[in-house]
């Protein structure tokens, strides 16, 4: 047997960690299945009693998939035709053990999801002889095959709104980081607080099944660190403005305007600092993300929001 490509840790576990973390309470999960006898990994597995429901930010894949299997697979690097074989391989096992755990339900219907950051021509051709359908820009849907039904995400062509976030934040770069600005920026849960607490689970995993991170993994988890940090910073000033143009008000005249502002700012950065502790995220963390000392953090702790 071909050993298997080596994929980036990074998107392997931040495809993994989002979808379970969005359909665990709503259908089964099962993410890193195998699937004997072939001896493969499905990634992230959905098994629904019932349609999958309208989740905030999954509204295209969750009604695109119904009540069907579902196999979730994210790419990084090149993909190879037999990377593609592979994957068609695993839903067609999935569906397979299902039907024999469920004696007298008819087969099921599968769906599998591949997620690209760019198209691999060739690699689909060989493996589906057609250019597919165009669903929309970004999207594209082979169905003809038994009870199968594949579609295939190019993130870097995928419209950006609400019911693609959950794809978008599996591309890369750009599209990656407006989708992480809007979820801030817009408090979508649970993506924010996912999000806020993924790099750490990163780090424990990798602690945990130490290997070989690549230059692109660091790169990508001190991205996604950067923006959201980034993006808290600047709601805590946006809010401080506010509450400080509102102040100055009260007090009126240049002079006080300026020092409303100054004091809104100060103000606006101590809720986003509780908002990040009531998150569950430590002092140390928080001072580091919000550019405060830490001994305004501590001071913090404890006291009711305002």
């Not at 299945?33 to 999954?58: C, E, H, S």
Request: net charge negative; charged share 30%.
């Amino acid at each position: 047997m071909t050993e298997k490509p080596r994929l980036k840790q990074f998107e392997d576990r931040l495809s993994k960690y989002l979808v379970a973390g969005i359909f665990g309470e709503h259908t089964l999960v099962e993410v890193g299945t195998d699937l004997l006898p072939d001896n493969f990994r499905a990634d992230v597995l959905l098994i629904p009693n019932q349609p999958l429901p309208a989740i905030r930010g999954v509204g295209l894949l969750a009604r695109l998939t119904g009540d069907a299997r579902c196999l979730i697979e994210a790419f990084s690097g090149s993909v190879t035709e037999e990377r593609l074989e592979a994957n068609l391989s695993k839903l067609r096992l999935a569906m397979q053990r299902w039907y024999r755990d469920k004696l007298g339900q008819p087969y099921p219907k599968g769906v599998l999801w591949l997620i690209f950051n760019y198209w691999p021509e060739t690699a689909m051709d060989a493996v589906f002889g057609e250019k597919g359908e165009v669903v929309e820009t970004g999207l594209r849907r082979w169905q003809g095959f038994r009870r199968e039904t594949v579609y295939a995400i190019n993130t870097a062509e995928l419209a950006l709104r609400e019911e693609t976030l959950l794809l978008c934040l599996l591309g890369k770069g750009r599209q990656r980081r407006d989708t992480v600005i809007k979820i801030f920026a817009d408090h979508i849960e649970p993506y924010a607080t996912l999000l806020n607490t993924f790099d750490r689970s990163f780090f424990m995993s990798q602690t945990q099944h130490p290997s070989q991170l690549t230059p692109e993994d660091l790169e990508d988890i001190r991205d996604l660190r950067d923006t959201r940090e980034e993006v808290l910073r600047e709601l805590g000033r946006k809010e401080g403005r506010e509450i400080g143009l509102e102040e100055g008000r009260e007090i009126g005249l240049e002079e006080g305007l300026e020092k409303g502002l100054e004091k809104g700012l100060e103000k606006g950065l101590e809720m986003a600092a509780q908002r990040l502790l009531e998150r569950g995220f430590d002092a140390q963390e928080v001072a580091e993300m919000l550019s405060l000392p830490l001994s305004r953090i501590q001071a913090l702790m404890g006291r009711s929001p305002a």
